[in-house]
């Protein structure tokens, strides 16, 4: 039997969700380039191709802003947990439980997209509540006339979003919401092929998620950012990490062996956004870690991947640093659902091999003889 770690080049499933050209560093949603649907949609016209594989016509965009915006409320039980536990927990875990317990409010059999939906709503008014109520602000109910992305803004920040932040936030949402066969999408149906839940298969997305290999990443590659605290200082702390076997956080793909193009679109929005001094001295750093960065990984095809400016872009709005794998979480629900719908059409269980490698046939010792 062969061994591949890591299941890489192994595929689980055909889709029809997303494409991707590592070699050349392209991205596909349902056919459509990730360079025109983040020039010309926006997040409920994309979620909207990704779970039902076409865009939208007027009509149907409209009906289904409104469900989307309908579901934005939690009950109070979430609330008071969240609130409760804003301080001291990682926003991660905070956000896997609500999600959890979310489950346990749906009394509903079927209506999958539904579920899908109501889930996609209340992430942003999840986030909103750990970073508010942290930092002891009012809790804002959600705004049903604003757009998903305004609304989580507004939620943030205690203000209506300018134009220009909203678009940017719309962008950086539409470009996390689905990548193929990542390690949480994986996490996602490994569960769902046993037919347990939707929220079960969420909150293991949210788990696999949550680590610095993967979403993880977005939060540590700012961290980094700051740590090097000067434009002066990158070349020695590049060079340090990397000779000292450390990973460059932000950087490397397992697909991509070229530029990311979501990073491409990213770093345009965090250069073009940047707001005050220390964003721009973050920016700085940023741009010349890519310059170093590149110089020593890039003939090893290891290049700057979604994490590496999704951070500033996020910084740059009004979100914590540490909220950042929420936000990741928060649109990639929708890819994480649209594999698992597509993968139950035709399921079959998750289950590889492992090839043994201890001994066979030990005795028994008892335990006083051990
Ligand atoms: C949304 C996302 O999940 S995007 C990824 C976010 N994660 C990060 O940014 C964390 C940093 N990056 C990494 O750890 C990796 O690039 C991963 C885990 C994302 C993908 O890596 P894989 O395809 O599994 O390759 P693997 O981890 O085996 O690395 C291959 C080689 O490249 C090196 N490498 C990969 N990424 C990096 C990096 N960021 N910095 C330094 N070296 C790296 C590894 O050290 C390894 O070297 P070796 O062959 O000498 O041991
Ligand atoms: O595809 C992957 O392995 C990682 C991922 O989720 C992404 O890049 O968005």
Known sequence: MELRKGLEDIAIKETSITFIDGELGRLYYRGYSIFDLASFSNFEEVAYLIWYGKLPTRHELEDFKSRLAEERGVSEDITSFVVRTSKQGNPMDILRTAVSMLGLEDRQEGDFIGKAIRITAKIPTIISLIQRSRNNQ???????????????????????????????????????????????????????????????????????????????????????????????????????????????????????????????????????????????RL??????????????????????????????????????????????????????????????????????????VGDLGKRYVPIDER
């Not at 949550?210 to 979403?215: D, N, Q, S, W």
Request: charged share 25%; hydrophobic share 40%.
């Open 283 to 356: 920016i700085e750093i940023a741009m010349k870690v890519e310059e170093v960065g590149i110089k020593v990984l890039g003939r090893r095809g290891i290049y700057p991947n979604v994490d590496f400016y999704s951070g500033l872009v996020f910084y740059s709005l009004g979100f914590e640093q540490d909220l950042f794998p929420t936000i990741f979480a928060s649109a990639r629900v929708i890819g994480w659902t649209a594999h698992i719908d597509e993968y139950l059409k035709d399921n079959k269980l998750i289950r590889p091999k492992a090839i043994y």
């Open 138 to 280: 009012e809790f804002l109910e959600p705004d049903l006339s604003l757009s998903h992305a305004e609304n989580f803004l507004y939620m943030i920040n205690g203000t209506k979003p300018n134009a220009q932040d909203s678009r940017v936030l719309d962008v950086a949402l539409m470009l996390h919401m689905d990548h193929e066969m990542n390690a949480s999408t994986m996490a996602c149906l490994v569960v769902a092929s046993t037919l347990s839940d939707i929220y079960s298969s969420v909150v293991a997305g949210i788990s696999a998620l949550k680590g610095p290999l993967h979403g993880g990443a977005n939060s540590e590659a700012l961290k980094q950012f700051m740590e090097i605290g000067s434009p002066d200082n990158v070349e020695k702390y590049v060079m340090g990490k990397l000779s000292s076997g450390q990973r460059l956080m932000g950087f490397g793909h397992r697909i991509y062996k070229s530029m990311d193009p979501r990073a491409k679109i990213l770093k345009e929005y965090a250069t073009r956004m940047a707001k005050n001094e220390e964003i721009n």
